[in-house]
């Protein structure tokens, strides 16, 4: 790796912000699971998650998915963008929701997830964990832009 690439990756190689970016997106979501609590403490309950530990299994699914999706974002294209970090939000989101949305439909069937207000509480979560996701990917990206621009600023400094 040549010094120019060292120094715009700041501390961090690329690899380890993808993995920071997964830490932090599994925070967020055990936060935003704690807010969500009486809606899905009664769908863990309902696939048969552990109701001691169900809240943060259920923001688990992030932890993997946020990384991978920073990486395909961010890290792998270079560009830490505020547009590049609400969609990191919102796929980590909609995804972690997607993978605990096809367990549902695995204990119970496509059926019970299309009958009475089920629907209507999917969506509900879904778009909740969504704007969600939106919000908490900004801070991530401007911290992200800071460490390049701190970096850029010790390469001159340096270099003089």
């Given at each position: 790796m040549d010094s120019s690439r060292a120094a715009e990756l700041g501390p961090f190689t690329a690899r380890?912000?993808?993995?920071l970016a997964g830490v932090y997106a599994f925070g967020?979501?055990?936060l935003t699971a704690f807010a969500l609590s009486g809606m899905l403490g009664l769908f863990?309950?309902?696939?048969?998650?552990?109701a001691a530990v169900a809240l943060p299994l259920?923001?688990?699914?992030?932890?993997?998915?946020?990384a991978g999706?920073?990486?395909?974002?961010?890290?792998?294209?270079?560009?830490?963008?505020?547009?590049?970090?609400?969609a990191f939000g919102l796929l980590t989101a909609?995804?972690?929701g997607g993978v605990w949305t096809a367990r549902f439909v695995s204990v119970?069937?496509?059926?019970?997830?299309?009958?009475?207000p089920v629907p209507l509480l999917v969506g509900f979560v879904l778009g909740a964990v969504g704007v969600a996701g939106v919000l908490v990917g900004l801070p991530?990206?401007?911290?992200?832009?800071?460490s390049r621009v701190r970096s850029d600023a010790d390469a001159t400094a340096n270099s003089l």
């Open positions: 380890q912000w993808s993995l967020c979501a055990t863990a309950e309902v696939i048969g998650l552990p259920l923001a688990t699914p992030a932890l993997i998915v946020g999706v920073w990486w395909t974002l961010v890290e792998r294209r270079e560009t830490a963008t505020y547009p590049r970090g609400a909609l995804l972690t119970w069937s496509v059926e019970m997830l299309t009958a009475g991530f990206t401007f911290v992200r832009r800071r």
